[in-house]
Nanobody, 119 residues
């Protein structure tokens, strides 16, 4: 069974930084895309950033210039370094990965980690 476990959320003041981590575990043969999404209260889930196995990245407009996504393929882990945080970054952040396991390709989500940015 494949699991994604996030860590690193919390409370930070505006202008501060946080680093989120997400580790995939289970019977994993390969992982293609890994990414971070977020959902603020009353809003739809939106993409923060994604990274391919080879390292190419894409960022949502809100993350460009402030967030950096990276991954460690040997550890099946994806990170996002979030700098210059703003109160509007407050949301639940979800990790996502497209994983090839014993049951074939699947899209997996973590349980979410809360990020609160105070003004």
């Amino acid at each position: 069974q494949v699991r994604l476990v996030e860590s690193g959320g919390g409370l930070v003041q505006a202008g501060g930084s946080l680093r989120l981590s997400c580790a995939a575990s289970g019977s994993i043969f390969s992982i293609s895309t890994m990414g971070w999404y977020r959902q603020a209260p009353g809003k739809q889930r939106e993409v923060v950033a994604t990274v391919q196995y080879g390292g190419s990245t894409n960022y949502g407009d809100s993350a460009k210039g402030r967030f950096t996504i990276s991954r460690d393929n040997a550890k099946n882990t994806v990170y996002v370094q979030m700098n210059s945080l703003k109160p509007e970054d407050t949301a639940v952040y979800y990790c996502n990965a497209r994983i090839f396991s014993a049951t074939g390709w699947g899209d997996y989500w973590g349980q979410g980690t809360m990020v609160t940015v105070s003004s």
